[in-house]
């Protein structure tokens, strides 16, 4: 009985420091999916209204997120502290995102592009700043995950020090 409890014991804590390595993703995790489903979505969108250029730019977008999303599944169980190499794909989806946001936003202030990159909207000022409003936020998502990745990449982030706390409390 006693020998049950202990390995239970044993099996909880080892679940709990998992889990607390996991849940330092947490953010990239959730934001990570807002974008694969926004570009589902233009990509959709672009599909049906004959946009062949915006499918293709969205696609790729979600090519590169479909590798980011695997090394969030690889890092479940994980308990390694040295994650800068496993956030790789993570890292240039961010930058890659970004880069589409700022030529994004330039189609958007333009009058270069608008009808291809967006061929399911009117083109409308009311829609410009629609999607001037939807491509800063995407990029400031962006920046938020590329910092989180630096600061966990520098094992700065708070969860880390969780971690750190919890080791320390159950030796």
Request: charged share 20%; glycine share 4%.
């Amino acid at each position: 009985m006693s020998y049950d409890k202990t390995k239970q014991e044993q099996l909880r804590k080892e679940t709990a420091e998992t889990n607390f390595h996991y849940q330092r993703f947490l953010l990239l995790r959730y934001l990570l999916a807002i974008f694969f489903f926004a570009n589902l979505y233009w990509a959709l969108a672009s599909f049906l209204s004959g946009g062949y250029l915006a499918l293709m730019i969205s696609v790729l977008l979600l090519v590169v997120c479909g590798f980011a999303v695997s090394e969030h599944v690889k890092l479940y169980g994980d308990k390694s502290d040295q994650v800068e190499l496993k956030l790789y794909f993570n890292r240039y989806y961010h930058l890659f995102q970004t880069m589409v946001n700022a030529c994004l936003f330039l189609i958007a202030v333009t009058d270069l592009g608008f009808n291809q990159m967006f061929p399911f909207l009117i083109d409308s000022f009311q829609t410009r700043l629609f999607i001037i409003g939807i491509v800063l936020l995407g990029s400031g998502l962006s920046w938020i995950c590329l910092r989180r990745i630096r600061r966990i990449s520098q094992k700065k982030d708070k969860q880390y020090q969780y971690i750190k706390d919890y080791k320390r409390s159950i030796s």
